[in-house]
């Protein structure tokens, strides 16, 4: 199983039958074991690991003077769903409304994932991101169009990669 799966694509794969259930508590393991590391490095870096969580406020706090809190959640959910988009890893459980929105974006942490830009439209949301690994030029610049279905759901439009 690689690191790339979040949990909400183990779930869905355990659902329909592509993966057994010993797979998925070894990917489920391999995601908890992340995490783990994660507040281990904040434990030990606390000045790294404050400045992060200031910027991530930032990016939330603007965030949420232009658009409804519901809205940006609603956003990073469609994008955890998305196929081969990295940062879904680390996005799978934005629609949670306990967990604070500023937990979803990595400013400085690697791998990076920041959001840009929001544009909502009632049936149409624009987001630009960039993910990757900062300071090697490894950042992904994208514009990611999602489109209300008709459950109300956004769901992938179009894709389109920035030149850098």
């Known amino acids: 199983m690689s690191t790339s799966v979040s949990p909400r694509q183990l779930f869905q ?17 391999e995601c908890a074991q992340e995490l783990i590391a994660e507040m281990e490095e904040d434990r030990l870096n606390p000045a ?25 959640r609603e956003t ?9 988009f990295p940062p879904a890893r680390w ?3 934005a629609a949670h409304p306990h967990i604070p929105l500023h937990a979803f974006f990595r400013s400085r942490r690697k791998p990076i994932f920041r959001v840009t830009r929001i544009e909502a439209m009632p049936q149409l949301v624009t987001v630009s991101v960039e993910y990757g690994t900062s300071g090697s030029g490894e950042i992904t610049q994208e514009d990611i169009r999602l489109r209300r ?7 992938l439009e179009r894709r389109t990669l920035q030149n850098h």
């Open 149 to 155: 279905d008709r459950r109300g759901r956004l769901g």
């Open 91 to 93: 996005l799978w459980n």
């Open 13 to 29: 794969m355990l659902d329909s039958g592509r993966i057994t259930r010993e797979q998925f508590r070894a990917g489920m393991a």
């Open 48 to 72: 790294e690991a404050l400045l992060e969580q200031v910027l991530s406020r930032r990016t939330a706090s603007r965030l949420t003077k232009i658009h409804e809190e519901t809205i940006i």
């Open 76 to 84: 990073l959910q469609a994008l955890s769903e998305l196929d081969e």
